[in-house]
C-alpha cells in the first residue's frame, strides 16, 4: 500500500507542504482497491482485524455523528468503540472532525458506514497518513524512500528470531498482506498506464506540423488551423514553463476546427486534455482541466469535429504516408524529465549509448526495487551466485531443518558469510554500465525486459538460499505476479529456478507443495487412520487446491489441469465436510468454468448439486465461490436446469436478502441473472419473490451489484408479469436513473431492461415523464458499439408505444441525423439494431422525409452485401418502410441494394424470408427493380415461398410475383402492339 501511493498514485501540491491525490482515473481505481481490501478485512481475516496499531491512523472525517451504530458509545460530538485496546484506548475515536483507528476491523466497519463516502474517507486518511503501513506495524516495516535507502517488505523477514510470539505471527500475516495488496495496486496501476499512450515532445511535434500542413481554408481541409501558444522551446523539447513541466505538462495550443469553437489545449505526458484557454487579465494560461484525458491529437479531435473526423478519412493515405516519413526521419527521441527542479529543464540533446538505453527505461513505468548496495558488495553476490549451482535448494534445507535446528546449521559451508535477504532481492538502481549493456534472453537486451523478470529472478534466488519462512513467503511473493506470462516463465527458467520449485514439490513442509490432490485415494483403509494423518492429509490437499486455485488464471494452466484428471479430483473433494478445503476447490471450478471445455466436464461429474449443496453452508466465502461458481456455469442452458432441479433456485433467492456483504451479493446476483435467462427458472424465481427483493436492490449497491441485478431484471422483463411486479415495486424510475452511468455493462444491462419495460404502454407513459427516450437517444453516443446496439435495441419498443412517436422523435435536435449516421459503423449488432429503429421511425412520413433528406437511401443501399442474417432481417424491414416515400423505391434500384436482396430469399431464416419478401414487393413497385428481380432470379424462389404457412409471407411473395407478372405482360403487349 505505501509503496503503490509513493510510485503509482498521481500527487498534487496544495501548498504550505501538503499533498492531496489527484481526482484522476488511475487514482480512482487505487482507492476503489484499497477501499475493498479494508471493507472485507474482518470477513476474511478475523484474528488479524483484532490486531491493535502501534499508533492510530487519524484524519478529518466528512462522517456525521448519526452514522454510528448503537455499538459505539455516542456523548455529544464524541463518538468512541465498545472495543478496546489492552490499555484501556477505543479502537476507534471520533471528536468531530478528528478521527482516530486503531484496527482493521473497526477499519473496515468504519467504511460499511460510510456507504458512499467510502473513497472520500479512504483519501482522506491516505493523504494524511502516506506511509500507513508504519503507523500498523512499526518504523521497521515502512515502504515509503527515506534518503537512498529503500525499505521492504520484506527486508525484516532475515532479521525475524525463530521462535515468534503469536503477536509476532500475526504481524507478519499482515505484512504479507499488505504486501500482496501493495502488488496488486502496482501491477494493476501498470495495467492502467500501459493503456494509455505516455507522450513525449516528439511525436506531438510531429502531429502538429502534419496537421498544419493539413489545416487552412477550404472544404478538403481538416483544421482551420493549430499552433502554439509559445514560440519558445526548451532543450528537452517541452515549450511548457519549467513550473509546469513539474506536472507532465509538454506544450500548449490553440486548435480551430470548422465546425466548433476555438480551442485551447494542454498536452501532457498524460495525453491530450482542454484547458481553460488564456486568461484576459493575467495573459496567461488557465491550466485547470476541463475535459476528458485523449491519447493523442487525432483522437481527440476526432471525437471533438465531425468534419475533421470526415475530411481526415478522405486525406488519410496521404496523412498516414507523410507520418511514416516524420517517423523515419527521427533516429532518437530525446528524454523529457518531469522533474521538481528546473536545472533538468536544459539538459543536451546529444548522448552517449548508455545514456540513451537508461532513458528509454525511464520513459517506462518500473517496479524496480532499488538498494544501497555497495560495488564490492555486487561483486562479491556476483560470485556467489556463480556457484549457486553447488547451494542446497530449499527443500533439502526443509527437510534437514527442525524447530530446534537454527537457520546457520542448515546452510551450506560456502554460505557462511551468506548475501542479506534485502541483498539478494533488491539492487542499485544506478546499475553500472557493464550490467546494462550484457545482452538477456534470447536477442534481446536486458534493457528491453520488463522490471518483473529480474524481480522474479530475485525471488528465485532468495528460494535457494533462504531458510524455511523466507523459502513460504518468498513463494507467496511469486504467486503475486502473472506466471502466465512468457516473461515470468522466462525469468523463472533463466535463473535454474525450475530445478527448485520441481525439488521442493519433496518437501515435507506442506505449504510448499503446487500438488497431492487425491488424498482419500492414497490411503484406501484411511477410515482406519489416526485424527493426525487423516487432518494431515485434509492439509495437504487444502494446499494442493490453493495451488491449483492460483494456478487457474490463465487459459494454458485451466487446459492443462483438466488434460491432468483434476476435474474427477476436484469433484472429489467437493464432497468434503472441510469448508477449508471446499474454498479453494470451488475457487479452482470459478476460475476454470469460464472455459466451455470444462463446463462440459463439470456437468459429467455431477458437480452442480454439490456447488447448490453448498449454497446452504453457512460460510460466507464458500457461498461467495458456488454461486460465482454458478454464474460461470449457468452460460450453459443444461446448467442452468441442473440447477433448478437441484433446488438451488431458492437459496439463491435467499441470500439476496443479506446485503452486508458485498462481494457474497455480486455473487448471488451474478448466479441469479444466469440463470434467469431461462424461463421456467424466471418463473420458479416469481413463485420466491426474488424480483421484488432485486428492485429493492436497484439503489445505494456496488456498480458490479448493480450490473448483475439489472441483468436479472432483464431477463425477468421478457414476460408480461414480471413487467407488471417491477413497475408496481417502482422499479422504473432507478432503472431510468441508471442510464446516465458510464459503466458499459451496467448500461448494456439497464437499456434491454428499460426496453423491455416500454413494451407496456403503461410503463412508456412513465419512462417518457421521466425523460428516458432522451436518455437513450443519448446513449448512442456512447464509445462503446455493445451500448449503442442495446440504446437502439431500447429505442424500438419505446417509439412503437409511445403516443405521438413522431413529435417525441423530431423533438431530439439532430436524433434523426445521429440514427442515420450510426449506418456508417462496422459492427454488425449496432447495424441491424439501428435498422430495426429506422423502421419504426419511418412509420411516421414526416420523419421518414428527414432521414431521407440525411442520406438513409445509400447508407441502407451500402449494407445489403452482407451474410449476417440479424442484419438482413432488419435492413430488409427498413428499406421496406422507406420505399414508402417519394421516389425512394428507384434510389434503392439506382443504389445496387436490389441483387443483393434477392439473395437473402436462400436463407434458411424465415424471418429473413418475410422481411425480404415484404422489401421486394415494394420495391417492384418500380420497372426497372422488376427487371433486376427476374435476372437474379427472385421469381422462382417467391413461388416456393407463396405456399408457405407465414400469412404474412405469403401475400408478399404473391404480390411481389404479381408486380414482376404485370410488367412481363405489359412489356410482352407492347412489343406486338
Known amino acids: 500500500m505505501g509503496a503503490a501511493l509513493t510510485r503509482a498514485a498521481q500527487w498534487t501540491s496544495t501548498g504550505f507542504g501538503t499533498w492531496t491525490l489527484e481526482f484522476t482515473p488511475l487514482n480512482v481505481a487505487i482507492l476503489t482497491d484499497i477501499a475493498k481490501f479494508v471493507e472485507s478485512f474482518s470477513v476474511k481475516h478475523p484474528q488479524e482485524a483484532s490486531f491493535v496499531f502501534q499508533e492510530p491512523l487519524q484524519w478529518k472525517t466528512t462522517l456525521d455523528p448519526s452514522a454510528f451504530e448503537s455499538s459505539y458509545t455516542v456523548s455529544g460530538t464524541t463518538i468512541q468503540s465498545q472495543e478496546t485496546s489492552q490499555d484501556g484506548q477505543p479502537l476507534l475515536l471520533l471528536t468531530v472532525p478528528d478521527i482516530k483507528v486503531r484496527s482493521f476491523g473497526q477499519l473496515s466497519r468504519l467504511l460499511h458506514l460510510a456507504k458512499d463516502k467510502k473513497l472520500k474517507e479512504t483519501q482522506l486518511c491516505l493523504e494524511v497518513n502516506r506511509d500507513p503501513i508504519v503507523k500498523i506495524l512499526g518504523p521497521g516495516y515502512g515502504t515509503v524512500e527515506r534518503g537512498k535507502e529503500v525499505m521492504s517488505t520484506v527486508h525484516f523477514l532475515d532479521e525475524m528470531k525463530k521462535d515468534e510470539d503469536p503477536e509476532c505471527n500475526i504481524k507478519m500475516e499482515i505484512s504479507l498482506l499488505l504486501q500482496q495488496l501493495d502488488m496488486y495496486l502496482l501491477n494493476n496501476s501498470l495495467n492502467h498506464i500501459s493503456l494509455e499512450i505516455h507522450l513525449n515532445p516528439s511525436p506531438i511535434k510531429d502531429d502538429v506540423d502534419l496537421l498544419k500542413r493539413f489545416s487552412g481554408k477550404g472544404d478538403q481541409t481538416i483544421l482551420e488551423y493549430i499552433d502554439y501558444t509559445s514560440d519558445f522551446e526548451f532543450a528537452n523539447g517541452c515549450r511548457a514553463p519549467p513550473w509546469r513541466q513539474t506536472y507532465g505538462e509538454i506544450c500548449y495550443l490553440i486548435v480551430k476546427p470548422h465546425d466548433c469553437d476555438r480551442m485551447w489545449l494542454t498536452c501532457s505526458t498524460a495525453g491530450i486534455f482542454i484547458n481553460g484557454g488564456l486568461k484576459k487579465e493575467a495573459e496567461e494560461i488557465d491550466y485547470e482541466r476541463q475535459s476528458d484525458i485523449y491519447k493523442d491529437l487525432v483522437s481527440f479531435l476526432r ?62 513505468p518500473s517496479l524496480k526495487w532499488t538498494s544501497s548496495i555497495s560495488t564490492s558488495d555486487k561483486k562479491d553476490a556476483t560470485k556467489e551466485s556463480q556457484d549457486e549451482k553447488s547451494i542446497p535448494s530449499s527443500s533439502d534445507k526443509i527437510k534437514s531443518s527442525s524447530p530446534s535446528t537454527s537457520p546457520g546449521k542448515a546452510q551450506s559451508p560456502r554460505r557462511k558469510s551468506s548475501v542479506k535477504i534485502e541483498d539478494l532481492i533488491s539492487e542499485s538502481s544506478s546499475e553500472s554500465e557493464e550490467d546494462e549493456e550484457q545482452p538477456g534472453h534470447g536477442q534481446e537486451g536486458q534493457t528491453d525486459l520488463p522490471s518483473e523478470y529480474w524481480q522474479i529472478q530475485k525471488l528465485v534466488k532468495y528460494l535457494k538460499g533462504g531458510n524455511q519462512t523466507a523459502t513460504v513467503i518468498a513463494l507467496c511473493s511469486m504467486r503475486d505476479f502473472n506466471l502466465a506470462q512468457e516473461t515470468c516463465q522466462l525469468a523463472i527458467r533463466d535463473v535454474g529456478g525450475l530445478e527448485v520449485l520441481i525439488n521442493l514439490l519433496d518437501t515435507d513442509e506442506i505449504k510448499c507443495k503446487v500438488e497431492l490432490l487425491d488424498y482419500a485415494q492414497s490411503t484406501p483403509d484411511h477410515s482406519h487412520r489416526s485424527f493426525h494423518y487423516e487432518t494431515k492429509d485434509v492439509e495437504v490437499a487444502r494446499c494442493g487446491a490453493l495451488a491449483l486455485w492460483s494456478c487457474s488464471k490463465s487459459h494454458a494452466n485451466k487446459e492443462a489441469i483438466r488434460k491432468a484428471g483434476g476435474i474427477p479430483l476436484l469433484a472429489r473433494l467437493l464432497k468434503s465436510s472441510h469448508e477449508d478445503m471446499l474454498i479453494p476447490v470451488v475457487g479452482t471450478l470459478q476460475e476454470c468454468a469460464s472455459e466451455e471445455n470444462y463446463r462440459a466436464a463439470i456437468k459429467a461429474e455431477r458437480i452442480i448439486e454439490n ?43 435467499a441470500l439476496l436478502n443479506n446485503t452486508d456483504n458485498k462481494q457474497r451479493l455480486a455473487a448471488v446476483t451474478g448466479a441469479i441473472w444466469k440463470c434467469s435467462i431461462s424461463k421456467e427458472n424466471v418463473t420458479k424465481f416469481r413463485e420466491y419473490k426474488a424480483i421484488e427483493t432485486l428492485v429493492g436492490l436497484l439503489t445505494d449497491q456496488p456498480e458490479e451489484v448493480l450490473v448483475n441485478v439489472v441483468g436479472a431484471l432483464g431477463e425477468c422483463c421478457q414476460e408480461q408479469e414480471n413487467r407488471y411486479i417491477i413497475r408496481r415495486c417502482g422499479g422504473i424510475q432507478p432503472l431510468v436513473n441508471l442510464l446516465v452511468g458510464t459503466n458499459q455493462a451496467l448500461l448494456v444491462n439497464v437499456t434491454k431492461a428499460v426496453g423491455a419495460c416500454a413494451s407496456e404502454p403503461e ?215
Not at 626 to 648: K, N, P, S
Not at 797 to 824: H, Q, T, W
Not at 961 to 972: H, S, V
Open 763 to 977: 410503463s412508456m407513459v412513465i419512462i417518457d415523464r421521466l425523460d428516458g427516450v432522451r436518455l437513450l437517444w443519448s446513449l448512442l453516443k456512447n464509445p462503446h458499439p455493445d451500448v449503442k446496439a442495446s440504446a437502439a435495441w431500447a429505442l424500438c419498443p419505446c417509439i412503437e408505444n409511445a403516443k405521438d412517436a413522431g413529435e417525441m422523435v423530431r423533438s431530439f435536435v439532430g436524433g434523426l441525423e445521429l440514427v442515420v449516421n450510426l449506418l456508417k459503423s462496422e459492427n454488425k449488432e449496432v447495424l441491424a439494431s439501428v435498422c430495426a429503429a429506422i423502421t419504426k421511425i419511418a412509420k411516421d412520413q414526416e420523419n421518414l422525409a428527414v432521414i431521407t433528406d440525411h442520406g438513409v437511401v445509400p447508407l441502407l443501399s451500402k449494407l445489403a452485401n452482407t451474410n449476417n442474417d440479424k442484419l438482413r432481417r432488419h435492413l430488409a424491414e427498413a428499406i421496406s418502410r422507406c420505399c414508402m416515400w417519394g421516389r425512394n423505391r428507384i434510389a434503392f434500384g439506382e443504389h445496387k441494394a436490389v441483387a443483393p436482396l434477392v439473395r437473402y430469399l436462400r436463407s434458411k431464416d424465415t424471418n429473413v424470408h418475410r422481411a425480404t419478401a415484404q422489401a421486394l414487393y415494394q420495391l417492384s413497385e418500380d420497372a426497372n427493380n422488376c427487371i433486376t428481380m427476374h435476372e437474379n432470379g427472385a421469381v422462382k424462389l417467391l413461388l416456393d415461398m407463396v405456399g408457405s404457412p407465414d400469412e404474412v409471407l405469403q401475400e408478399a411473395a404473391a404480390g411481389c410475383i404479381a408486380n414482376i407478372r404485370r410488367l412481363a405482360l405489359a412489356t410482352e403487349k407492347a412489343k406486338y402492339s
Open 611 to 653: 456447488l447448490v449443496k453448498n449454497l446452504n453452508s453457512e460460510n460466507e466465502v464458500l457461498q461467495e465461490h458456488c454461486a460465482m461458481a454458478i454464474y460461470q456455469c449457468a452460460e450453459d442452458e443444461e446448467t442452468r436446469d441442473l440447477v433448478r432441479l437441484h433446488g438451488g433456485l431458492k437459496p439463491l433467492a
Open 303 to 364: 471525437e471533438r469535429s465531425p468534419t475533421f473526423s470526415r475530411n481526415l478519412s478522405k486525406q488519410d493515405i496521404s496523412f498516414l504516408e507523410d507520418k511514416k516519413k516524420e517517423k523515419k526521419k527521427v533516429t532518437y527521441e530525446p528524454e523529457i524529465e518531469v522533474a521538481p527542479n528546473v536545472s533538468k529543464m536544459s539538459m543536451p540533446l546529444e548522448k552517449t549509448p548508455s545514456e540513451k538505453k537508461r532513458a528509454a527505461r525511464k520513459l517506462e
